[in-house]
């Protein structure tokens, strides 16, 4: 199995289970710098530190844990008590959530929630090219926002997160969807307090009244992209998102026929379990596992398109039958079980990689996963690899290979475990 992909489990392990562990290190920083924090943020974020645990040697399992020290809630308490006029409660046990929400273009992207105090959400930016962190303010309480997770965008002046948000009420065209943007560069001049730049996205005609929560966000050939895997994708430029013009105009591009799902249907599984899309292979494509309640002729499907416009459309690409995997994953010593969380590889445009749960297999952090990894073109399964971290609850993140060259110390790791087909 290609050692440039690696899966890294969105979910941040409790710093509790993760300090003085063997296997952990920390990662070296450069420079830490809080931006749009208040006064005593840049102290604050000198005493986080990020955790990693590289799974094995050839790196293909990992997990990200993120570290607090008591500066972090002597901040959080002084931002608490200035927001809501009172002091934190006292006795209370300190904690935090953290979600590795992207990694892309050289940047990892954490979201720090400090759910105890109603919602209090930052952003951690780890830079590989600088070997910078940054400690960011989620975009303002008063705003609207379908996710949390930002794209990445590298520019001469550095980089940029960007945000898809809109607002709470509603037109007769629908909600008004806006650009959110943060960068190191514009942080250091802005005038205002966090420093999240706004754009006007002007939506195509066949998104009005439509309620869109992009679940994927990429980009490509200077083309910045929003799916939400139950309706489709908005994009626009990226010289467009970069420039100072406050308008910013957008086009849509429609799920293949038959895919496109209500949100507000009762009893909806989440999509991104069993949907992905990305640009590989030098075109769009779109994965679909069929739904856990369709038990006949249950099928993975990939389709592909070649570029956006009305002259192309979705054709279907390779389409993988349940049984015939199921006897490929019986063949290799897997579970017979539905595969979820569908990932795709700009390095190989023929790749299909899956996560395949054991419900039978059992440790003191969860089920065992495995990373499967099919070929698309014969609708067959080439590979398996038990993961060291097993827990995948929230979602799996592709991180490069190499990405963190920045150890401290670099720790040793057992033997992987292949399962070649």
Known sequence: MDSGFAVMDCAGINPKYAAGR???????????????????GNSAVQDLDLLLH??????????????AGDDVFRWIDQVIAEKKGRPAAPGKDRYFMSKVEIVDKGLIVVTLSFSEYGGFDYYLVFDSFDRSLS??????????????????LRHESGYSLVLIGGEFSFGREGPKKYIWQWSPMAASWGSIPD??????????????????????????NGFAFWTDLALGTLFCDCSAL???????????IPLPPGYQLDRDEEGIWPVEVY??????????????????????????????????????KWTL????????????????????????WPMLREQ???????????????????????????????????????????????????????????????????????MDV
């Open 275 to 312: 949907r992905t899309m990305g640009y590989v292979g030098g075109s769009f494509k779109f994965v679909a596992i069929d739904k856990p309640h369709d038990h006949c002729g249950r099928r993975v499907k990939v389709w592909t398109l070649a570029a956006p416009g009305p002259g192309h």
């Open 317 to 340: 690409y390779s389409e993988f039958r349940l049984k015939k995997l199921w006897k490929d994953f019986k063949m290799a010593g897997l579970p017979k079980n539905l595969p979820m």
């Open 54 to 67: 590289q799974g094995d040697l050839e790196n293909l399992s990992s997990s990200l844990s993120v570290h």
């Open 195 to 220: 420093s999240w730049q706004t754009q006007k996205l002007c939506l195509p005609s066949q998104m009005n009244n439509k309620f869109f929560s992009p679940d994927v966000a990429f980009s490509c």
């Open 348 to 418: 190989e445009g023929a790749t299909l990689y899956l996560i395949l749960a054991d419900k039978t297999q059992t440790s003191d952090r969860g089920q065992k996963h495995y990373l499967c990894r099919l070929d698309m073109p014969t609708q067959s399964l080439l590979q398996a690899k038990l993961l060291a971290h097993t827990s995948l609850i929230l979602g799996p993140v592709k991180l490069p290979s190499g990405f963190f060259n920045c150890l401290d110390p670099l720790p040793s790791s057992p033997e992987p475990m292949w």
């Open 22 to 40: 063997e296997g952990w290190a920390t990662i070296k920083c450069a420079s830490k710098r809080a931006y749009g924090c208040g006064d005593t």
């Open 242 to 252: 970069l420039s100072e013009s406050y308008l910013v105009k957008s086009k849509f």
């Open 135 to 152: 400690m960011i303010p989620y975009i303002p309480e008063w705003a609207a926002c379908y996710t949390k997770c930002p794209l990445p």
